[in-house]
């Protein structure tokens, strides 16, 4: 009973996405098809890459407000690395992956060792991290050399349709964080500290070296995130990821994740992101319909999801 109601948020979000999903593809011809299904993980692969790192963040009972930033600050480095330096593209991408990483560290120590509060030391980061990518350069620059890896990612589906990369790194990114959360001993302290921190210090897990590493795989995530963005676009731009912190943190919460921690799970932050990328879609295909309509059903869906959440934790209260 106890693992129904943990899992009420995610089957939530599951039954909204497939009733989502029929219902455009009822009403609208082609829907169905393979490219559409690809299209939505393709397009939405940058969301989906911050939106993983993100999840642990939110399971550990913190938040990460600098994740559109690292994604902008990541893309423009990265151009300027491979084609204004000529540095090598893969040892380019090590490198941004590993300033990402120790970014989100960083953030991590501070929140705590000085018992900072996440919102305003995530929030910092996220002005240093655009600042900065503002300082470097103003405007956006194409990038070239990148071309090689990325058609070397493309994965062939027979001779109709292909994987693109961004949808390739979206999906084993997925693989590897599921087995990480649901299969090994960080994950499942990454649970207990959300669930109780105070508990899990009297348990004797390690909440220091939890608490930093979340904030080093979301910053990790940020940066492939960035990554990802040059792959889709072919270019680096400081503006890039404006928002994305917020996008991130909707698809997390409507995908089933408790904003309190230690409750949710990493698929589910897929079937929010596919949300995202379902409506983005239906009003395409609709045509006539204002492109502004996808925050304005969003955010409903967000404030359906959070008092489902507030309902929940209500029950748990009650039964204790």
Known sequence: ????????????????????????????????????????????????????????????????????????LVSIVLAILVDGTGLPPTLAIALVLAGGTIFGAGMGTLIHYYALPAFLVTLGGMFFARGLGFMIKLESMPITKLNAIVDGMTVSLGERYELPATALVFLVLLALAIGVAHFTRFGRNVYAVGGSEPSAVLMGLPV?????????????????????????????????????????????????????????????????????????????????????????????????????????????????
């Not at 996008?247 to 897929?270: E, F, H, N, P, Q």
């Open 208 to 320: 220091a070296r939890t608490k930093v590493g979340v904030y080093a795989l979301s910053g990790f995530c940020s940066a492939l995130a960035g990554v990802v963005y040059t792959f889709y676009t072919s270019s680096g731009n400081p503006t890039a990821g404006t928002g994305l912190e917020l996008d991130a943190i909707a698809a997390v919460v409507v995908g089933g994740t408790l904003l309190s921690g230690g409750v949710g799970l990493v698929a589910g932050t897929l079937i929010g992101v596919l949300i995202f990328g379902m409506i983005q879609t239906i009003i395409t295909f609709q045509g006539n319909i204002n492109s502004w309509w996808t925050r304005i059903i969003i955010g409903l869906l967000l404030l359906a999801f959070i008092l489902l959440q507030k309902v929940i934790q209500s029950k748990k209260l009650r039964t204790h």
């Open 1 to 72: 009973m106890k693992a129904l109601q943990r899992n009420i948020p995610f089957l939530a979000t599951l039954s909204v996405c497939v009733l989502l999903y029929m219902a455009a593809g009822v009403k609208y011809e082609g829907f169905f098809s393979a490219r559409v299904l690809l299209n939505f993980l393709s397009d939405n692969a940058v969301l989906g890459v911050a939106a993983i790192g993100l999840t642990f963040v939110i399971l550990s009972g913190g938040i990460d407000l600098s994740v559109g930033s690292v994604v902008g």
